[in-house]
């Protein structure tokens, strides 16, 4: 039982490039969420996923993309990565328990 | 407007002294609230929540409505207590479980 993973841990990317950031959990969970972690300004929430088919957008939205793939599987894209998108980028699900439960983390860097 | 505010962004006291990590929350709905911690190269995770009423590692907190406070606090601070804490709010009848966080705490304990 892995709970929730990403892919990757560590990315460096240039501005103007592109890139998908996987998120996988395996508990049978309806929501997904994509939160960005930065220093002094705690988890801000860039995109959530309440059931397979829907996606809403977060406190964070823009310059991202994301597709729930199916139940387990929840990317976000960065079309065209700029400076401001470096952070750590966390997954996290939950269920009917109401508890989040988080990946690892993507740590990102654009120069 | 819905708000967690954390105002210590970092505390740092001596192992065996009383901790209190602070948060204050303002919001008009029915409101649960969570802490989180994230230690060093581990992903965060659920430490309490208030609906619990438990203690979990020597930590305590109570929901104060009146106040809108739902302070963290342990007697005796240990050194693996040393990690970052995040207080989360989520409105007890959304069913897409979102949370909204604080900006964090980082606690050290000095031995």
Same mark, same amino acid.
């Given at each position: 039982?892995?709970?929730? *993973?990403?892919?990757?841990? $560590?990315?460096?990317?240039? %501005?103007?490039? /592109?890139?998908?950031?996987?998120?996988?959990?395996?508990?049978?969970?309806?929501?997904?969420?994509?939160? #960005?972690?930065?220093?002094?300004?705690?988890?801000?929430?860039?995109?959530?996923?309440? /059931?397979?088919?829907?996606?809403?957008?977060?406190?964070?939205?823009?310059?991202?993309?994301? /597709? #729930?793939?199916?139940? #387990?599987? $929840?990317?976000?894209?960065?079309?065209?990565?700029?400076?401001?998108? *470096?952070?750590?980028?966390?997954?996290?699900?939950?269920?009917?328990?109401?508890?989040?439960?988080?990946?690892?983390? *993507?740590?990102? %860097?654009?120069? | 407007?819905?708000?967690? %505010?954390?105002?210590?962004?970092?505390?740092?006291? $001596?192992?065996?002294?009383?901790?209190?990590?602070?948060?204050?929350?303002?919001?008009?709905?029915?409101?649960?609230?969570?802490?989180?911690?994230?230690?060093?190269?581990?992903?965060?995770?659920?430490?309490? #929540?208030?609906?619990?009423?438990?203690?979990?590692?020597?930590?305590? !907190?109570?929901?104060?409505?009146?106040? *809108?406070?739902?302070?963290?606090?342990?007697?005796? !601070?240990?050194?693996?207590?040393?990690?970052?804490?995040?207080?989360?709010?989520?409105?007890?009848?959304?069913?897409?479980?979102?949370?909204?966080?604080?900006?964090? %705490?980082?606690?050290?304990?000095?031995?």
């Amino acid at each position: 039982n892995a709970g929730v *993973t990403q892919t990757p841990k $560590f990315q460096v990317l240039k %501005t103007g490039q /592109s890139m998908t950031l996987q998120c996988a959990q395996d508990m049978n969970h309806n929501s997904m969420y994509w939160y #960005r972690q930065d220093p002094g300004m705690g988890l801000r929430l860039i995109y959530y996923s309440a /059931s397979e088919g829907t996606t809403d957008k977060g406190e964070v939205p823009n310059g991202y993309n994301v /597709s #729930r793939l199916n139940k #387990r599987e $929840f990317s976000l894209r960065l079309e065209s990565a700029a400076p401001s998108q *470096t952070s750590v980028y966390f997954c996290a699900s939950s269920g009917l328990a109401e508890r989040q439960y988080f990946g690892p983390g *993507t740590r990102l %860097t654009v120069t | 407007a819905q708000r967690v %505010t954390q105002p210590e962004k970092l505390l740092s006291v $001596f192992k065996g002294a009383p901790v209190e990590l602070k948060c204050n929350y303002s919001y008009s709905g029915s409101p649960e609230l969570f802490w989180y911690v994230q230690y060093s190269r581990q992903r965060l995770q659920l430490l309490l #929540r208030h609906i619990s009423r438990e203690s979990i590692k020597g930590f305590t !907190a109570d929901l104060n409505k009146g106040e *809108t406070s739902f302070h963290l606090k342990k007697p005796f !601070a240990q050194e693996e207590d040393s990690a970052m804490y995040y207080c989360a709010l989520r409105d007890a009848g959304d069913s897409n479980y979102q949370l909204i966080w604080g900006a964090g %705490t980082k606690l050290i304990i000095k031995p």
